[in-house]
């Protein structure tokens, strides 16, 4: 479980950029609403001791667990449709003692470790590009999918699945099957927005449906596209340097006259523009580039192939979700909820991305021998 390793690999700069946005996130969490910022806080230190110490536990010991890992997140993903809390059409929550749980996000990283051994025992097997091998994972990936689209969280759907066809990419799909893929999803997500579109569809939730027509008809549906109207208006209102933390003027801030609900979650990204420009915005988002650049720099230099798989896939999350995060609030993609890695509110984001990052660490400390 515990190895001696050499202090000299563990790659600092990833766990203090990592910490560093956490910090930031409770300062502009703050600024958005002081309310949670004790919980916030107390999921900050908790996620830095979950990461220095997975930091230190052999990711070979975690990976034994890869099938229980994945028969408890279905599980999880089971029991929150059953008992979970609904809020505003969605039931994603557990809440005990006021303490609330989201499953699908804790989903993230159980199952990057999960696929990164399925897909390495494949690569060993030189198996990944047969028949078996893509039906083998489409079963495993769509299972845990239909759970959370049943939710629904569409956007943490889109999430996982884009790291882990970036998994299955680089574990070694053919190109050819790379380009039947395409030419057969294009025109079907063509045939899908048509169908959308169609009253009488079953497929996707009516406010579903609204936030996709909004981002194509966006005069026609002024209601649903308010939200990012006013999150691209406070970004806009930080100019080069912003107004810092809490504003210059309050009675201008979208802060302080709530015309962004729910701005400590997934439109947070609107408080980091007002609160410290253009000039802090990109040295936030360059902050998350060198995280997602370090994830794969260590995994180009693991040890073996379930390493590369895992750092390599929590580099992609990160990056996957903080485009999504930031596009939304931009209104460069069609509003829907999901948070900044490490700064947005919400302990269970927090503590998976966490757990991701210190098993990322470890593996910077067993490079691969040449």
């Known amino acids: 479980m515990f190895r001696k390793y050499s202090l000299k690999n563990y790659s600092f700069i990833l766990l203090l950029s990592v910490i560093a946005l956490m910090i930031l996130g409770v300062f502009v969490i703050e600024s958005v609403n002081d309310a949670f910022v004790t919980k916030q806080t107390v999921g900050v230190v908790l996620s830095i001791v979950i990461m220095l110490v997975l930091s230190f536990v052999d990711y070979h010991f975690i990976s034994k667990f890869y099938i229980p890992l994945y028969i408890f997140i279905c599980a999880l993903l089971i029991l929150v449709l059953i008992a979970g809390s609904t809020v505003n059409n969605a039931t994603r929550w557990f809440t005990i003692a006021g303490i609330t749980f989201q499953p699908s996000e804790l989903s993230k990283t159980i199952l990057i470790i999960f696929f990164a051994n399925f897909l390495s025992k494949r690569m060993e097997a030189e198996t990944i590009n047969t028949v078996r091998g893509i039906v083998s994972f489409v079963i495993f990936w ?9 939710e629904p969280d569409l956007s943490t759907l889109i999430c996982i699945t884009m790291v882990l066809l970036t998994m299955f990419f680089i574990s070694g799909l053919s190109y050819k099957i790379i ?7 294009i025109p079907a997500f063509s045939v899908f927005i048509w169908y959308v579109q169609q009253p009488d569809q079953t497929l996707l939730y009516e406010h579903q449906v609204k936030r996709i027509l909004s981002f194509i008809y966006p005069s ?50 609107s408080a980091v523009g007002e ?82 990052i210190g098993i990322v660490l470890n593996i910077s400390m067993q490079r691969r021998k040449y």
């Open 275 to 356: 609160a410290f420009g253009f000039f802090g915005s990109v040295i936030i988002i360059g902050i998350i580039l060198l995280i997602v650049l370090q994830c794969i720099r260590i995994g180009r230099r693991a040890r073996d192939d379930t390493g590369m798989l895992i750092a390599t896939a929590m580099g992609s999350l990160i990056g996957y979700q903080s485009f999504i995060n930031i596009g939304v609030a931009t209104r460069l993609l069609p509003n829907t909820g999901i948070p900044l890695p490490f700064i947005s509110y919400g302990l269970t984001s927090l503590i998976s991305s966490a757990i991701g």
């Open 142 to 150: 769509a299972i845990p999918i239909f759970l959370i689209f049943k």
């Open 220 to 269: 026609e549906y002024e209601d649903e596209t308010m939200q990012q109207e006013n999150s691209v208006m406070a970004i806009g209102s930080g100019q080069l340097m912003g107004k810092g933390i809490g504003g210059n003027d309050e009675q201008s801030s979208t802060t302080a006259t709530n015309l962004i609900s729910e701005q400590q979650t997934d439109f947070i990204f």
């Open 179 to 185: 380009l039947v893929a395409l030419l057969i999803l």
